[in-house]
Structure formats: structure tokens, C-alpha cells
């Protein structure tokens, strides 16, 4: 085993751990296409079925063991458990226009016409789209949670690390197999795809922003009488102007003139 089949296996599992967590810490299944989780269950089912014909070693069987048991968690968390936060109303995708073709197309396209070899076909190529449904449901909510996107994230470099196996060892073992290859590929570009779907929602989502912060500040100002509103809180004050001469002459405003001699010789000023 090469180091991007191991890397590989473990991003698979850190993305079925953290949607196992997501689930069981929130105590909802909101945001996850149940239909795309029955259908890795489906993948899972199918393509381990070798379990109880063969032994490869203990890893080997231990993973699939642990990948067959967390599928089959999710289903029952999504089905059952929380069935009462399940967003069924945008999980609507046709997954039969997905398993009838994939069907067909593994009875046609595999290596070896015997049961086992053509469920296992079966189920690589259905992992290829198994991810659809998820996929589709997060386009009709124009929406993703960070912990979902963690998950898809991590199945992505799953996907990635496994083609990079695949190349090592064509080129160090000389094993080729263009089933897995191709699927692979098919499987990547959709979780590209995904993840150029969401970074242009974050950047729409963040002009939006910019643009309605703009306008609050433009409206701020015009009702404030004109200009953009700038925060000066934190600007040192200017000192009030000096009043305006005619308040300094105010009190001379106020006394009366003197009406009598002895008051203009009390004023200081000389009686002719």
C-alpha cells in the first residue's frame, strides 16, 4: 500500500466521521441528502461483498467493515432518528435515472461476468454520481453548511488522492484499471464543479454585502443632510466656536441710564 491509498482511506473516513458527528452533536439532519447516503450504502453493500468470500488482510477488512457500519449509521440517523428535521422538500432528486443506467452499464462494461465483479462494477460506478442528490439539493437551497462543505471537501481529496494512486501504481506496479479510473475522474470533476458552485456563492453573497452596507451608509448621510455618514466617534472633537459679539454686549444692554445728577457723578461722568 502507497501512501495516497492511505491518505486516501483516511480522508474518506474523516468525511463519514464529521457527517456522523454533524448529525449526532445538532441532533438534525438538515442540509444532507438522505437519498445520497442511501445510495453510498448501496455502494458500500455492493462492493464489499467480498467479505465473505476472501481475506485480504486486516486493514483491509477492518476498513470495509467500518465503511459499511457508518453508511448504514447515517441511513438510520437520517431515516429514523431525526427523520423530523429531514429537509425531504428539496431532497427530490430521481436517483432512479442514476441506479437503472449505472446497472445497465456495469452488466456491459466490467471485467469478469460473474456476480461479484459486476456488483463491484455496479457499485464504482455508482459512487461516481452517488453524490448528485447532495449536490442538487444544495443548488435548489443556494446553500451549504460549513460542516457540510468540510464533508464534501473530504471526499474530494479522497477521490483526488485515489487517482494519484492509481497512476503510482500504474507506474510502479504495473496495475491499470480503467473502470476505476474513469469513474474516479468522473467523480472529481463533480466535487470540482461543487466547490466552484460555492466559491462563486461566497463571492456573489459577499458584493451583496459590500453593496447593501453602501447603501445604508448613503441613506445615513442623506437623511443625516447630505454626504456618506462617517463614524468620528473616535476622532478627536473640535472646540465650539467663541460667541458671537452681540452676547458680549448683552449686559451693557441691560443697565439703565442715570436718571439724576447724583447718579451721573456716581457713572464718573461730569455734569455741566
Known amino acids: 500500500m502507497n501512501i495516497f491509498r492511505l491518505t486516501g482511506d483516511l480522508s474518506h473516513l474523516a468525511a463519514i466521521i464529521i457527517l456522523l458527528l454533524k448529525i449526532w452533536k445538532t441532533r438534525s439532519c438538515a442540509g444532507i441528502s438522505g437519498k445520497s447516503q442511501v445510495l453510498f450504502a448501496l455502494v458500500f453493500t455492493t462492493r464489499y461483498l467480498d467479505l465473505l468470500t476472501s481475506f485480504i488482510s486486516l486493514y483491509n477488512t477492518t476498513m470495509k467493515i467500518i465503511y459499511i457500519g457508518c453508511a448504514y449509521a447515517t441511513v438510520y440517523l437520517i431515516c429514523a432518528k431525526f427523520k423530523a428535521t429531514y429537509d425531504g422538500n428539496h431532497d427530490t432528486f430521481r436517483v432512479e435515472f442514476l441506479v437503472v443506467p449505472v446497472g445497465g452499464l456495469a452488466f456491459l462494461v466490467n471485467h469478469d461476468f460473474s456476480p461479484l465483479e459486476i456488483l463491484w462494477t455496479f457499485s464504482i460506478y455508482l459512487e461516481s454520481v ?89 441613506l445615513e448621510g442623506d437623511r443625516r443632510g447630505g454626504g456618506v455618514a462617517v463614524d468620528t466617534s473616535d476622532s478627536p472633537q473640535p472646540h465650539p466656536p467663541p460667541p458671537p459679539p452681540l452676547l458680549l454686549l448683552l449686559p451693557f444692554r441691560q443697565r439703565k441710564m442715570p436718571e439724576t445728577e447724583s447718579d451721573w457723578e456716581l457713572a464718573g461722568c461730569t455734569v455741566f
Not at 471537501?153 to 474513469?182: C, H, K, Q, S, T
Not at 469513474?183 to 458584493?207: H, M, N, P, W
Request: some cysteine; proline content about 1%.
Open 130 to 218: 452517488a453524490i448528485l442528490p447532495q449536490l442538487f439539493m444544495i443548488s435548489k437551497t443556494g446553500e451549504a453548511e460549513t460542516i457540510t462543505t468540510h464533508y464534501l471537501f473530504f471526499l474530494g481529496l479522497y477521490r483526488a488522492l485515489y487517482l494519484i494512486n492509481w497512476i503510482w501504481r500504474f507506474y510502479f506496479e504495473g496495475f491499470f484499471d480503467m473502470i476505476a479510473i474513469v469513474a474516479g475522474v468522473v467523480q472529481t470533476i463533480l466535487y470540482c464543479d461543487f466547490f466552484y458552485f460555492a466559491e462563486r456563492k461566497e463571492a456573489e453573497s459577499a458584493s451583496l454585502s459590500a453593496k447593501e452596507e453602501c447603501s445604508g451608509r448613503l
